[in-house]
Nanobody, 125 residues
């Protein structure tokens, strides 16, 4: 298992950008596919995007595609999510999570073994 710590959240106006980071500690970070989820008040935690263990592949929710970009640096045990053209609907707590499940099979929160504590993103209109 890895331990995860997110940072980079904050308050931004609609149309603005934020870059989230997730630093891992523990062994074998490069063996995990890494994902971002978000959760708004009163709503279920939802998948935002995922990057493969090598960084060669990414997949995004429809709501994020074209605006968000996930990358990773295995040497620094860090995964990033660049969020552009932010909208008020993007507000929520953003979590990074790790999974050992095969690529393309981990879409639910229950598929992920480790989670960070979350970082708050608030987009004002």
């Amino acid at each position: 298992q890895v331990q995860l710590v997110e940072s980079g959240g904050g308050l931004v106006q609609a149309g603005g950008s934020l870059r989230l980071s997730c630093v891992a500690s523990g062994r074998n970070f490069s063996l995990y596919h890494m994902a971002w989820f978000r959760q708004a008040p009163g709503k279920e935690r939802e998948f935002v995007g995922i990057i493969s263990l090598s960084g060669a592949n990414t997949r995004y929710a429809d709501s994020a595609r074209g605006r968000f970009t996930i990358s990773r640096d295995n040497a620094r045990k860090t995964v990033y999510m660049q969020m552009n053209s932010l909208k008020p609907d993007d507000s929520g707590v953003y979590y990074c999570a790790s999974t050992l499940k095969a690529w393309g099979t981990a879409s639910r929160p229950a598929d992920y073994g480790s989670w960070g504590q979350g970082t708050q993103v608030t987009v004002s209109s």
